[in-house]
């Protein structure tokens, strides 16, 4: 019956159909690629992303350089006051070493933060709300994966934070510091057979020496309840840095609140050639309760209620049946008693 449920709880997760508006009952991470889900994580709800990246990037045209090292991105994720909405502060740590190559060769060691933003997330539009077709058909293979053109409406959440980047820091271009605005818009379409597409445009750093445009585009594949695969594709573009990002990998379900990940990164040019290496993990401490209900159970509380509910309701229905056919039994006992006097 346990594992049952699991497996209802992620088919309910991975065809689109919010059982409690943003909530759902498997952990809702967006590792591990660098997309942003259009979804929170749900009322009271503090979930932790973190994956540590061996990094090697190398620069061919003059002047050559090879930097190599690691980095860990990281963020805490936390559902406050509607189901809609989402606190988060993230950010990427790096520590590496950059070898310049010329005449002769010098290293140079550096670390700071490539980014470190606090933000609130939320959803605008959500085309799954209250959508009593969009729930799995448990009984047939071929309706949970027939295509809908309702699917082709997204969800859709705007963002809106703010940057810190620290004096002389050697990821940033120069004269950058102090706090900058960020802007972005996230979709998401999911389809039906696990399929799920999700698009980030962002605007960063606003008004400053280095204000970047980036799109992320993730299309990501569950082919088990516990197994996910995703592709990625990140476009960069600024005064200060230009690239083109292609991103692959997956992740695995521990349970409903742990999640294992890992992916690669890398690019096609040369200025700098980019790879990356990443392992993953997020987890979630759930405190959810369903304001609907407002009985004090969480929703795995009140899914569990209501599944005793359903078995009281069939052990009653079979004492009922029972004791109907030892009334009847009594009275054609008696009825045949009375024949015989």
């Known amino acids: 019956m346990k ?39 749900g009322t009271n709800v503090l979930q932790f992303e973190v994956g ?87 009984y047939s293979w071929k309706a949970n994966h027939r295509f809908s053109w309702k699917s082709l409406i997204p969800a859709v959440a705007v963002y809106v934070g703010a940057n810190y980047d620290s004096p002389d820091n050697p990821y940033t271009a120069p004269g950058i510091e102090g706090f900058s605005p960020k802007v972005m818009i996230a979709t998401q379409n999911n389809f039906n057979g696990g399929w799920v597409f999700v698009m980030n445009l962002i605007k960063d750093r606003i008004g400053t020496e280095q204000s970047d445009f980036s799109y992320i585009l993730t299309l990501t594949h569950s082919f088990s309840p516990q197994w996910v695969i995703f592709g990625e594709t990140q476009g960069i573009q600024s005064d200060f840095y230009a690239d083109n990002l292609l991103r692959f990998g997956g992740a695995y379900l521990w349970n409903k609140n742990f ?22 993990a997020s987890y979630r401490f759930d405190f959810h309760r369903d304001k609907e209900i407002d009985n004090g159970n969480s929703a795995e509380d009140e899914l569990e209620r209501k599944l005793r509910g359903k078995g009281s309701k069939k052990k009653k229905k079979r004492k009922k049946d029972i004791d109907t056919t030892k009334t009847k039994k009594t009275k054609r006992k008696r009825k045949d008693e009375d024949f015989d006097n």
Do not use: C, H, W
């Open 259 to 280: 999640q294992l990940d890992t992916a690669v990164t890398f690019n096609t040019k040369d200025t700098p050639s980019v790879l990356n290496l990443t392992l993953g």
């Open 52 to 138: 540590p990246n061996y990094i090697n990037e190398e620069r061919i045209p003059l002047p050559r350089n090879e930097v190599s090292g690691f980095n860990i991105d990281f963020s805490a994720r936390y559902g406050l006051f509607f189901e809609q909405l989402e606190l988060n502060i993230e950010g990427n740590y790096q520590n590496d070493t950059r070898t310049n190559f010329s005449s002769f060769t010098t290293e140079e060691k550096r670390s700071n933060f490539r980014y470190l933003t606090v933000g609130a997330k939320y959803l605008v539009y959500d085309p799954y709300k209250n959508a009593e077709n969009n729930k799995p058909n448990l």
């Open 3 to 41: 594992t049952f449920k699991y497996l209802l709880f992620v088919l309910t997760f991975l065809n689109g159909s919010v059982l409690f508006a943003q909530y759902t009952e498997v952990i809702n991470s967006n590792r591990p690629g660098m997309s942003r889900s259009a979804f929170s994580v």
